[in-house]
Structure formats: C-alpha cells, structure tokens
C-alpha cells in the first residue's frame, strides 16, 4: 500500500472538547487506534500518532485531561466506528492513559458493546489493571526500573488473565525506568531511552497487526 503523509483533522465538539484524528490518505481499508496520553496530557502522542498512520492506521488521540474528560474515549471510539474505511479497534495507552485505556475497553464493551480488539500498554501507571479475563489481548512494555509498577507484577497479571500466554504478554527493558521513549527536550522526563524507545515502537506494530488485521 502506498501511504501518503497522514492527513490530520481536528475536531472541536461543544460537549467532549477537542479530538485529533489522522491516518493516511485514500480509501483503503485500515485498522484504527485510541491514543491515550499520560497524565501530563498530550505531548509526543501526535508524534507517535503520524508514525502509526505511516503504517497504515487510523488514528485518533483522545484527550482525557479535556472538557468531557474520559467520554473523550468512547467519542474517539465513535470516530473510528463511523469511519466506513475502519475495521477493528486497538488502544495504545501511555502510563495513566493505559489504565485509562483498559478499564474503558472494559466499559465500553459492557455499556454499548463497543469492541476494542487490542491494547498496547505504554509503562502503565501509577497502579496495575483490574483483573478481567473478558479484555482484549494486552502487550505491556515496561522498564525493568520503572518505580510505579514492576514488570514482575505484570508478569503475574498475565499468568492470571491467560496461562497461555498468547493474548497477555510483558516486554520488560532493561536498566530502564518509566517514560522511557519520552524525548530529551521534556525536563520532566529524564529516563529517555533511545534503544528502548525504537524497539517499543516495533513491537506496538507487530502487536497491533497481529491483532487488528
């Protein structure tokens, strides 16, 4: 497929606030993702964004900090689901927005059957999610220092939500802590990881294409 650069919309509603969706040019049919940004709001998620576009997926970022705080999710769900050129739905969460992310796949698919068929989980925090083995599949990525939650404790939710190891599985990187594909230029975040942070992505797109296509 040839992908052009992603074509970025942004869409302002009275009661949610604003929402950012891109995703690469034409009618090909293409997954779609949630972005959910940490708790320090949107900062390199329309970055990550446009990469997952490149690759060939439709995007929308949902801004939780907002006006209409976490009904921004299942508005951006709604985006995608409309979109006639969308198949299936992942998330991809970072720290607070992957907490965020897997109990409102939960909700979702209790309250209105809104299916999420894949999450990717960025070094979630500042707690591990509930126990649920009706969630999609999760990919963790964690750092091995990460001092909210240990990829040990991960590793423990896995075994629980699926022995087989097939639909919950725990990337842990070594000698790093939490943030790690956080760039340099934020003081905030002083863990950046270069290698940790390029493998990560990869491993989102294998992820998400395993699941999603």
Not at 35 to 58: D, M, N
Not at 60 to 73: K, L, M
Not at 95 to 119: C, E, P
Not at 136 to 160: A, W
């Amino acid at each position: 497929m040839n992908i052009k650069y992603p074509i970025t919309i942004f869409i302002c509603l009275f009661l949610t606030g604003c929402l950012t969706t891109m995703g690469p040019s034409g009618d090909a049919p293409r997954p779609g993702v949630i972005v959910l940004p940490t708790s320090g709001g949107v900062y390199h998620e329309p970055t990550y964004a446009a990469q997952l576009s490149r690759k060939g997926f439709q995007v929308v970022i949902a801004d939780y900090h907002q006006r209409g705080g976490t009904d921004n999710i299942t508005e951006a769900y709604d985006i995608l689901r409309k979109d006639p050129r969308v198949g299936k739905i992942g998330m991809v969460g970072f720290s607070r927005g992957a907490v965020m992310g897997i109990s409102h796949a939960n909700f979702l698919q209790l309250s209105s059957n809104r299916k999420i068929d894949a999450i990717v989980s960025f070094y979630i925090g500042p707690t591990t999610p509930y126990n649920d083995k009706s969630l999609p599949p999760i990919l963790f990525l964690q750092g091995e220092l990460d001092n909210y939650v240990s990829p040990k404790q991960l590793v423990g939710y896995c075994s629980y939500m699926d022995p087989t190891g097939n639909r919950c599985k725990v990337k842990e990187f070594i000698g790093v802590g939490h943030a790690f594909d956080q760039t340099k230029t934020k003081p905030t975040y002083s863990g950046y990881d270069a290698k940790a942070a390029d493998e990560s992505y990869e491993l989102t797109i294998q992820w998400l294409n395993q699941w999603l296509r």
